[in-house]
């Protein structure tokens, strides 16, 4: 079988190509068709001779992964299945935002986290995608915007958890930022992660602008432990440290999630306060995207706005995501490919 060309690197590319003997140009060029025109059909490449293009479709198979099926709702939110070429399927969404567009992304199939409250989560883990796989899901949402040429924000919050995918998520990293692709700052990347505390290390490190949401989810260790089996290997205590110390260029940002009756009362936004004390971070309240085959609900709207309330007063931004999405299933925690088509 040939390679599929999104799992090259721009330099891997370069290297590659110049050992099957092009110029040393090409592997730039080859880039800003597939990326930055989001072209994948080498006998359109019009800079790139005829026999270079044949060549190049010879070596490389270029087609993105294709699109199963889709579903909008009518704030401008789409939610995408993707065929992988093993016959899994994922899913990306799309979601139209006041001046800019963010593209929800999946780093896995499945997750093995096993989150009490999450869809992805019971459907068990799978296996990691391969950068070209996640390439792949941006390049599937950037061609609905047409020739669109403004903002965009790559989230990484759709199914898996990221940084246990940590070399793939590096890759994908590396290359949407060549300014002869994607040309998309890690600035405008947010990775959420359930808190995998040395591969956040290395992330900070090898990609210091990246923005990080924590999935916190709990006011205390013990009811996070149960919510999120994780937290049994990942020390609560251990990262909060970490965000304490770390200096980071973006305020973290901290994802707790509202389920009726288990973590969303008063008292436990004034644990939530004092557990956050010290941490420049702001908070996303995700009123609970109920799924039928889990037994959490969602608060109603005034048992969220309490909640709010008392992080507000006590100092702490909050914004309060009412996700979009809930009615295609594609708001979060909501990707799961087994109900894709119920
Ligand atoms: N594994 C990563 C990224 C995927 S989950 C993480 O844990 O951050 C992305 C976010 O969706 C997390 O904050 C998670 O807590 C939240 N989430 C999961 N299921 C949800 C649901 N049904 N309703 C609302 N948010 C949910």
Sequence with gaps: MKPWIFERQLDELKEELRGAGFRAFTARQVFQWLYHKNNQDPSTWSNIGKADREMIAELYECECRPVLESRGDDQGTRKFLIGLADGLQIEAVLIREKDHYTFCLSTQVGCALDCAFCATGSMGFR??????????QVLTLKKELGDYSGKLNLVLMGMGEPLLNYENLARVLRTISEPDGLNISPRHVTVSTAGILENLKKLEKDFPQVRIAFSLNAPDAILRAELMPLANRENLGDLLAHFREHK???RLTCEYVLLAGVNDSPAQARQLVRLLHGIPAKVNLIPYNENPALPFRRP??????????????????????????????????????????S
């Design 300 to 341: 109603d709207e005034a048992t969220v706005e309490k909640f709010r309330a008392v992080l507000v007063r006590h100092g702490l931004t909050v914004i309060t995501r009412w996700s979009k999405g809930q009615d295609i299933r594609s708001a979060c925690g909501q990707l799961a490919v087994s109900t894709a088509n």
């Design 248 to 250: 980071r260029r973006r």
């Design 127 to 136: 296996r990691n995608l391969s950068s070209g796989e996640i390439l792949s």
